[in-house]
């Protein structure tokens, strides 16, 4: 037996200079030394600065544009322009992940009720009345919506509520995992699956959900984190019972194909 196999040692991975470039970008990306709709220096420029051919300096910014931190626009005036990461990229891999293990849309709305409740309790304690002013002007642009008879818009307003909440914690990291879990969620609150489904009036829904939402913020304000929880956390599960009634088994797969 070599000593590789008797140690157990993996094979170290040679990066290739392509992959080493577009490392060196990246890097200069998340670092924020290239900002978000920058122009990355021509590929003549690039090539000299690197000290690497045209193919290989393509191979790096095709690994890029895999990651959606460039996109390369063609033509005379064309060339690679900076995005910066943002919450829908890892989304839509976060949904490719469920999609291949089969997961139901109802799975997806049970996460985001284990992550609500105890995000109040935290606004409550932490944020205290400061975080009413945030949620009461989502709220304010939801009944605008309404008045409007514009479902989706006031679906994107009780999004931004959602994530207001877990926002006002101050956690980054949670505040990620909540857009990701949104992103996926509320594709089915399209226009077509709400007008198909016999279980829910969109209006009345709607309204339903903004006076939730309003009288949470009554509880914030009142300082009770325990009933604010518990009112949150009953809330959700009400939604669920309705919104699954007769969809529990739909897969996110549904949703995002």
Do not use: C
Not at 50 to 65: D, H, K, M, V
Not at 119 to 146: D, F, P, Y
Not at 155 to 169: C, D, K, M, N, P
Request: a neutral charge.
């Amino acid at each position: 037996m070599n000593k590789r196999a008797e140690l157990n040692i993996s094979p170290i991975k040679v990066l290739k200079k392509s992959e080493l470039i577009a490392r060196e970008l990246r890097n200069q990306i998340i670092r924020g030394d290239l900002q978000e709709g920058d122009s990355l220096p021509s590929e003549a420029d690039l090539i000299q600065q690197f000290g690497i051919s045209r193919p290989t300096l393509r191979e790096a910014l095709r690994i890029l544009e895999a990651d959606a931190l460039v996109t390369v626009r063609r033509g005379s005036r064309g060339g690679p322009v900076v995005h910066l990461p943002g919450p829908e990229i890892a989304a839509r891999h976060f949904g490719l992940v469920l999609q291949a293990q089969d997961t139901e849309l109802s799975d997806v709305f049970r996460a985001r009720q284990l992550i609500e409740p105890p995000a109040v309790r935290i606004v409550v304690e932490e944020a205290g009345k400061n975080a009413s002013k945030v949620l009461r002007e989502i709220t304010q642009q939801e009944w605008q919506a309404l008045e409007k008879s514009d479902i989706m818009l006031q679906t994107h307003y009780a999004t931004r509520f959602h994530e207001g909440i877990v926002s006002l914690t101050g956690n980054k990291t949670l505040l990620l995992i909540m857009k990701i879990l949104n992103d996926v969620y509320f594709k089915h609150m399209s226009a077509e699956y709400m007008a198909t489904s016999p279980v829910v009036d969109n209006t009345k829904a709607a309204r339903l959900s903004i006076k939730a939402h309003e009288h949470l913020i009554d509880l914030i304000e009142a300082g009770d984190p325990d009933a604010a929880t518990a009112y949150w956390r009953d809330h959700l599960a009400r939604v669920r019972k309705i919104l699954f009634k007769q969809h529990e088994s739909m897969r996110v797969i549904d949703v995002l194909d």
